[in-house]
């Protein structure tokens, strides 16, 4: 399926394809679109669409998210980032088709790791809002962002090895890490497909909630990180992430270092004096 590409355009990331204006624009692919919006202030809203593929990862759907991420990464406004795909599929992994007589030297050149660097990487909190199917290397994408929260409805799993293959961006480490070694081994070893319920059991999404109210509660969720100090947050994210596989001493030296150097910030003065006058803060991100 086709797209057609909307005439306003406003902003041209790359010649022709995207149109909008300010934090709102559409990247049209050949068979997929991605939607930016800013449902409320300072969050951006990334919508995956590919119709007829259940959000199949395809190179250039993968290319263009992470050119989406790395635009959003240069906007100071955007306080936080809501990532989600259509109400049938967040992404059911990578796009087989194209993986179909593909050798190891084209794997190695697709540098997808790269790709999924945009999200991981990004400065500011991820929202992943999953309904339906996460599969494969859909998964994996969910698994870059900071916070999952998932549909009753939705299905997860690293089904990779049946077909023949196994994961290979991050679904077996990030997995690990997320939610140990005997959770982690039975989904990727047995390709079992899990529900929501069983994975918010074993701690890998961080919420479930009704499927017609995943994207609100994400947005909302979105817009109150977008209301807190900025550069905490950024800190937040970054020791935690870095934290997770440095040795525990490192990981919170790593935390007492930001710690202190968010004493530097007028945040700080802020939220605090804030605090002892009994009024609402007015953080300015500095
Ligand atoms: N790739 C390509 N096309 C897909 C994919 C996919 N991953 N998933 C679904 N589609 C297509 C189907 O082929 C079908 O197309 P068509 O109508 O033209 O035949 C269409 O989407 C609808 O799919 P279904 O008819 O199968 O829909 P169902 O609702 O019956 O089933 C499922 C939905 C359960 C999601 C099913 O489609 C499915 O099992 N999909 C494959 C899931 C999978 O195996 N994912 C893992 C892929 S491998 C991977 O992600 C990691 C590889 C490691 C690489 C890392 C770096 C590149």
Not at 58 to 67: F, K
Not at 221 to 248: C, F, N, R, S, Y
Not at 253 to 260: D, F
Request: aromatic share 4%.
């Amino acid at each position: 399926m086709a797209f057609s590409t909307d005439q306003h355009a406003g902003h041209r990331g790359q010649a022709g394809i995207d149109s909008g204006t300010g934090r709102s624009w559409t990247v049209v692919g050949p068979d997929f679109r991605i939607e930016v919006s800013e449902p409320a202030a300072g969050v951006a809203l990334v919508r995956m669409d590919r119709p007829g593929a259940r959000n199949a990862l395809s190179m250039p759907l993968r290319q263009r998210l992470a050119e989406t991420f790395d635009r959003l990464a240069e906007d100071d406004g955007v306080r936080a980032v809501v990532l989600t795909g259509t109400t049938a599929a967040f992404a059911a992994g990578a796009d087989v088709r194209s993986m179909q007589g593909v050798d190891p030297v084209e794997m190695y050149r697709r540098h997808t790791e790269k790709l999924w660097a945009a999200v991981g990487s990004f400065p500011r909190p991820v929202i992943a809002a999953v309904n339906g199917y996460a599969l494969g290397g859909g998964l994996e994408l969910a698994m870059n962002a900071d916070i999952i929260v998932a549909g009753t409805s939705a299905k997860l799993g690293q089904p990779e090895v049946k077909l023949g293959i196994m994961p290979g961006a991050g679904g077996t480490q990030r997995l690990l890490r997320a939610v140990g070694k005997f959770h982690a081994m039975r989904l990727c070893l047995t390709g079992e497909i899990i529900t929501a319920a069983d994975a918010e059991r074993m701690g890998l999404v961080s919420e479930v909630v009704d499927d017609d109210v995943v994207e609100s509660r994400s947005v909302e969720m979105a817009a109150g990180l977008a209301q807190l100090p900025v550069l905490a947050l950024e800190h937040i994210k970054e020791v935690i992430t870095l934290g997770a596989d440095a040795p525990l001493e490192a990981a919170l030296g790593l935390e007492r270092k930001a710690l202190q150097v968010l004493f530097a910030s007028r945040d700080k003065e802020e939220g605090m004096a804030a605090f002892v006058e009994r009024r609402q803060p007015a953080f300015e991100g500095r």
